[in-house]
């Protein structure tokens, strides 16, 4: 597509200007590891979880710590698709993020028939968001998010064996596919009426256990802790905990964050980043879910709150600019808000375009960001 490509063009021109005129400070642990054989207009992309992600693909959980709390599928397909002996690890992730971006884009002019939007406003929302530059990352959100819509698609044309696989994918990703499993229960429980035999649907939807379920037997045999993913979150720092955290909780610390932390510092802008995120996404996903205005299906909201929800249980929003990038019901409200309320649609994503320009620049630095 060209706006695709018009798109990821910008992004690059945006972090090569960051690359050119900034100094590179990396805040994560091995950013020695980072590609040297690669332009570092791509290979600056695979900082933070990425690095972590190409440990797992070439020596699998071992020899780091830390790392059970990345789930296998995405380092596994890069090990598969590099055994062909044609491209480094670290091509075959780039190129397989962005052929699920594509897939990406494909399924989306579905959704938008479906939502009864205009699909090139979809698509803007989706380029302008703060985040978006992880798509083409070694990151998990663009091979997530396929299986998210794919799961969505398949339920919906009631294809419920190949939507329980799809799932199981999705959950052998990112903790966050369990919620497509609730999602697709509630589908086959709207659509009972309409089938003989709703146990194999009901069955087969469950099937989507199956990723999470290996990966936690995986470990219960290594390890000796199914929950091991889990577990070693408090280490990475950043406020998180093992236990639960409410997230009025959490909100109430943020703002206590931002009067105690200068104004005119990167943590200050991360918090303050994180808290704006988090709350327009919550409050997007609550007029969807309260108002007949915003209205979409019941199963997308399941899983867009599970989504939404479970991060912050760790009593952070560290990384919640991300987390909310695979929450496609908010991209489906971008494009009615254009629609309904144009002058505040346009004044959001110039919002949301000065953010990811920051973003870009800060993370090819090496500076966190989500």
């Given at each position: 597509m ?5 798109w ?15 100094s ?13 054989f ?5 290979s ?6 990425g690095v972590?992600?190409?440990?797992i ?10 790392i ?12 598969v698709?590099?055994?062909?002996g044609?491209?480094?690890l ?23 028939l ?20 992880f798509?083409?990352g070694?990151?998990?959100?663009s ?13 919906h044309?009631?294809k ?21 499993i ?11 009426k ?5 146990w ?15 990966y936690?037997l995986?470990?219960w ?25 409410l997230?009025?909780?959490?909100f109430v ?24 995120l988090?709350v327009?996404?919550?409050?997007i ?12 299906a019941?199963?997308?909201?399941l ?6 929800i ?5 009593g ?9 990038l ?13 629609e ?8 959001l ?16 630095r ?5």
């Amino acid at each position: 597509m060209i706006s695709a490509v018009i798109w990821l063009v910008c992004t690059r021109i945006v972090a090569w200007i960051g690359i050119a005129f900034f100094s590179f400070i990396p805040t994560f642990p091995y950013s020695e590891t980072l590609p040297s054989f690669a332009p570092a207009l791509f290979s600056r992309f695979a900082g933070f979880d990425g690095v972590h992600y190409l440990k797992i693909a070439a020596d699998g959980y071992f020899g780091t710590g830390l790392i059970q709390a990345f789930f296998p599928l995405y380092p596994m397909l890069i090990r598969v698709l590099s055994l062909f002996g044609i491209l480094s690890l670290f091509w075959v992730g780039t190129i397989l993020s962005l052929v699920c971006l594509y897939g990406i884009l494909r399924f989306f002019k579905r959704f938008a028939l479906q939502s009864n939007v205009q699909y090139r406003w979809l698509l803007v929302s989706l380029f302008l968001f703060p985040t978006s530059f992880f798509f083409t990352g070694i990151y998990t959100e663009s091979l997530f998010l396929l299986f998210v819509l794919a799961a969505f698609l398949l339920l919906h044309k009631q294809k419920w064996f190949f939507a329980g696989l799809v799932i199981a994918c999705a959950t052998a990703t990112r903790i966050t596919g369990v919620f497509l499993i609730p999602a697709g229960l509630l589908v086959v429980y709207q659509a009972r009426k309409s089938m003989k035999n709703s146990w194999i649907a009901y069955g087969s939807v469950l099937l989507g256990t199956a990723g999470i379920g290996l990966y936690m037997l995986y470990l219960w045999r290594v390890f000796d802790d199914p929950l091991f993913f889990f577990h070693v979150q408090s280490e990475f720092g950043g406020g998180r905990q093992e236990s639960f955290i409410l997230l009025p909780q959490v909100f109430v610390r943020y703002i206590k964050m931002l009067f105690t932390i200068p104004y005119n510092t990167r943590p200050f802008y991360s918090a303050a980043f994180e808290l704006f995120l988090t709350v327009e996404a919550g409050s997007i996903l609550f007029l969807q879910t309260f108002t007949k205005q915003w209205k979409v299906a019941k199963s997308w909201l399941l899983y867009a709150w599970g989504g939404f929800i479970l991060p912050t249980v760790t009593g952070t929003l560290s990384s919640m600019p991300r987390y909310v990038l695979v929450l496609f019901p908010l991209f489906i409200f971008y494009a009615h808000l254009h629609e309904r309320k144009p002058i505040l649609y346009f004044v959001l994503m110039g919002i949301h375009a000065i953010l990811l320009t920051v973003n870009i620049i800060l993370f090819v630095r090496g500076i966190w960001v989500a």
